[in-house]
């Protein structure tokens, strides 16, 4: 039998998820208190007794979604498969977390209303999403993986803001080229453009005058 401190973590779960869950449909703005309460089948005085008010809990699911993309990037460290590191297939923090999250999950869903929010909250997050993409390009230019840049605040920030942008233009992706660029059918074919782009450019370069 699991004891009351066992099933109250495991409330406070259900309430979290179906919260990301509903907000990832509606938005924070379009979901109350009562609502997330019925869906994941508690009372609304057990939701506030859990999170204490409904910004609360909107932080708390933003801190899971921002938890689970960190332990994803830690995970690849730990196994040697680091986005500094040369071997991964993935040419960017947004492919890893596509590919980990998996298509359906409400965390893509949630992510692309965050990109879309202009909140405190959503700038919280996507602040500390720049932070990990500065320093894992930081990381692959000590290792030679990447080339040194003057300007490697804006360089992160295009990085960064670059890979996103799939998640909110991902339906007109799936109607421009036929596959959904975060599913297995079109994950590898996007992921393997992008890391051609990044390490090749599109470009070819201008030619040098003779004198």
């Given at each position: 039998?699991?004891?009351?401190?066992?099933?109250?973590?495991?409330?406070?779960?259900?309430?979290?998820?179906?919260?990301?869950?509903?907000?990832?449909?509606h938005?924070?703005?379009?979901?109350?208190?009562?609502?997330?309460?019925?869906a994941?089948?508690?009372?609304?005085?057990?939701?506030?007794?859990?999170?204490?008010?409904?910004?609360?809990?909107?932080?708390?699911?933003?801190?899971?979604?921002?938890?689970?993309?960190?332990?994803?990037?830690?995970?690849?460290?730990?196994?040697?498969?680091a986005?500094?590191?040369a071997?991964?297939?993935?040419?960017?923090?947004?492919?890893?977390?596509?590919?980990?999250?998996?298509?359906?999950?409400?965390m893509?869903?949630?992510?692309?209303?965050?990109?879309?929010?202009?909140?405190?909250?959503?700038?919280?997050?996507?602040?500390?999403?720049?932070?990990?993409?500065?320093?894992?390009?930081?990381?692959?230019?000590?290792?030679?993986?990447?080339?040194?840049?003057?300007?490697?605040?804006?360089?992160?920030?295009?990085?960064?803001?670059?890979?996103?942008?799939?998640?909110?233009?991902?339906?007109?992706?799936?109607?421009?080229?036929?596959?959904?660029?975060?599913?297995?059918?079109?994950?590898?074919?996007?992921?393997?453009?992008?890391?051609?782009?990044?390490?090749?450019?599109?470009?070819?370069?201008?030619?040098?005058?003779?004198?």
């Amino acid at each position: 039998m699991r004891s009351a401190s066992s099933d109250d973590l495991t409330r406070k779960a259900i309430i979290r998820n179906t919260a990301l869950e509903l907000f990832a449909e509606h938005g924070h703005s379009g979901v109350s208190v009562r609502q997330i309460a019925d869906a994941a089948g508690v009372s609304p005085a057990l939701v506030i007794h859990h999170f204490g008010s409904k910004r609360a809990l909107v932080e708390a699911v933003n801190s899971y979604v921002a938890g689970a993309f960190d332990r994803m990037i830690e995970g690849l460290r730990e196994e040697g498969q680091a986005p500094e590191s040369a071997g991964l297939d993935a040419a960017s923090l947004g492919d890893v977390f596509a590919r980990y999250v998996g298509a359906d999950s409400p965390m893509l869903a949630y992510l692309r209303r965050l990109l879309l929010a202009n909140d405190e909250m959503a700038a919280a997050l996507f602040r500390q999403w720049y932070a990990t993409t500065y320093e894992t390009l930081q990381a692959m230019t000590a290792g030679g993986a990447a080339r040194p840049t003057d300007d490697a605040d804006v360089r992160a920030a295009f990085v960064l803001l670059n890979d996103l942008a799939v998640f909110v233009l991902r339906d007109v992706v799936v109607d421009l080229i036929g596959v959904d660029p975060l599913a297995d059918d079109g994950f590898d074919r996007w992921a393997s453009m992008a890391l051609d782009v990044y390490t090749h450019g599109i470009f070819n370069p201008q030619p040098t005058e003779q004198p």
